[in-house]
């Protein structure tokens, strides 16, 4: 392995371990109208799909999670651009 690629690993890393942090940062209590919110900004077939699975089996799904903490004003981009540094929050916020 050579030291690009090994930095490229630390990068992934601290980035990673900042989202981490971000999704475990507030108390996630997603209350049904919350849900029903989240689920009517989906598209199928990922809206039929999660609205069967209801709250309960939807509390671990990512994108639910993020959705509830955004719509609390905990934006995470905000939070990783606080908490990366320069480089590594233009890493992350890339398109690529």
Do not use: V
């Amino acid at each position: 392995m050579n030291e690009e690629s090994s930095i490229d690993l630390n990068r992934l890393e601290r980035i990673g371990k900042t989202a981490i942090a971000y999704y475990n940062q507030a108390p996630f209590n997603p209350s049904h109208s919350d849900f029903i919110q989240w689920i009517e900004s989906l598209r199928e077939p990922m809206k039929s799909d999660f609205q069967k699975q209801g709250l309960d089996k939807c509390k671990g799904i990512l994108n639910f999670k993020r959705f509830i903490l955004e719509l609390k004003d905990y934006g995470m981009t905000d939070y990783m651009r606080d908490n990366l540094s320069k480089e590594d929050f233009e890493f992350w916020n890339s398109p690529e």
